[in-house]
């Protein structure tokens, strides 16, 4: 079960209650928490303040975080023709010294389904599909520190994911156990603070060209390289999403949902007021026409996407993101290269 290409709004709702519930019963087997424990140790085994007890609390509390979007998180799919956007904007994200308020997602938690996933490679040069995203608000007991907890999830059973061959190489002495996972699997997981400065990236270790693997991404899919970005793939494509859906740019619908999949999702407890995120057919942006313009272009060239940082009513700083369009008079050449001719007078 998977999403469908040209599908409907209640198609997406009927597949999206599908997934989470799959995704539910996986959460409850012991395959996710041995999993989970081998996601994590290599993570926390570097730690010198976590005991054997504080890692097997903080296992136990990582499992809640990733699991309980699934139910009771806010769901959303990604239209296809969003993918790009979302997906260029995230590329281009950087939140290094950014203080970002607790009300910037759409929920305290979530489930994001990527329909058409974005791919991103690791600074080994590995390549691997997100399919799905979850956040949660979380707070930390010890500190009182408040973030979002971002987790990235590929599609367990994508044919063009590499990491997704990887999978299969290795369990293919093993059906039974590939048969326990769920139709996602955990491949990410980073925080974003709240209410504090956001830290800058560290500094990526140095491989020997030994130790990287440069594989292709599939044809036609867009690719995060992590080794460029200032922010994990799935902490950019959350934020890029989170703020973009709240923009004109983006239509936000309900998608119905059949009697059948309704009880589905009741006899689950999982919630199942699905939205479909789109894009929204906008008219081309207009050139200034308060007063005489002191130049105008001889030529149509394309303004690549960029993000516009903006103060509120309030003082608080926020950013908005400018899809790439084409800017111009009607009629005019339209210029491939970097150069833009401007007539001034």
């Known amino acids: 079960m998977n999403f469908l290409p040209n599908d409907t709004l209640a198609g997406y709702a009927r597949t999206a209650v599908d997934l989470r519930t799959r995704m539910v019963d996986y959460h409850r087997s012991q395959l996710a928490a041995n999993y989970l424990q081998a996601f994590f140790d290599s993570r926390l085994a570097d730690q010198p303040d976590f005991s054997t007890e504080g890692m097997a609390e903080a296992l136990s509390a990582v499992r809640a975080i990733t699991a309980n979007p699934w139910r009771f998180g806010e769901p959303y799919v ?51 599909s997100i399919g799905a ?21 590929a599609d367990h059973h994508d044919p063009h994911d590499p990491a997704a061959v990887r999978r299969r190489r ?55 390289d992590e080794t460029t970005t200032h922010l994990r793939a799935c902490a950019a494509i ?3 999403f989170w703020r973009i859906q709240a923009q004109p740019l983006a239509t936000v619908a309900a998608a119905p949902l059949d009697r059948a999949a309704r009880r589905r999702a009741v006899r689950a407890h999982i919630r199942h007021d699905t939205r479909v995120v789109m894009l929204r057919r906008t008219s081309p ?26 103060i509120d009513r309030d003082g608080h700083p926020y950013r908005i993101w400018i899809n790439a369009h084409i800017k111009g008079p009607d009629g005019a050449p339209l210029l491939h290269g970097e150069k833009v001719a401007v007539l001034a007078r």
């Open 78 to 128: 990604i239209a296809p023709a969003m993918t790009a956007i979302i997906a260029a904007a995230a590329a281009a994200l950087d939140l290094t010294g950014e203080v970002l308020p607790a009300d910037i997602a759409p929920d305290n938690g979530g489930v994001l389904f990527l329909p058409e996933p974005i791919y991103h490679r690791s600074h080994r040069g590995e390549v691997s």
């Open 133 to 153: 995203i979850t956040w949660a608000h979380t707070t930390n007991t010890s500190n009182g520190r408040s973030f979002w907890a971002i987790a990235g999830w």
């Open 170 to 224: 290795q369990l293919a002495d093993r059906p039974d156990l590939a048969r326990q996972f769920g139709p996602y699997v955990l491949t990410d997981f980073t925080e974003i603070p709240i209410g504090q400065s956001v830290d800058p990236r560290p500094d990526l270790p140095v491989l020997d060209a030994d130790d990287r693997d440069w594989e292709p991404a599939p044809d036609g899919r867009f690719c995060i």
């Open 238 to 240: 959350a934020y890029a």
């Open 285 to 310: 942006l207009a050139e200034p026409a308060d007063g005489e313009p002191k130049w105008h272009y001889r030529v149509r060239f394309v303004v690549r996407g960029h993000w516009r940082r903006l």
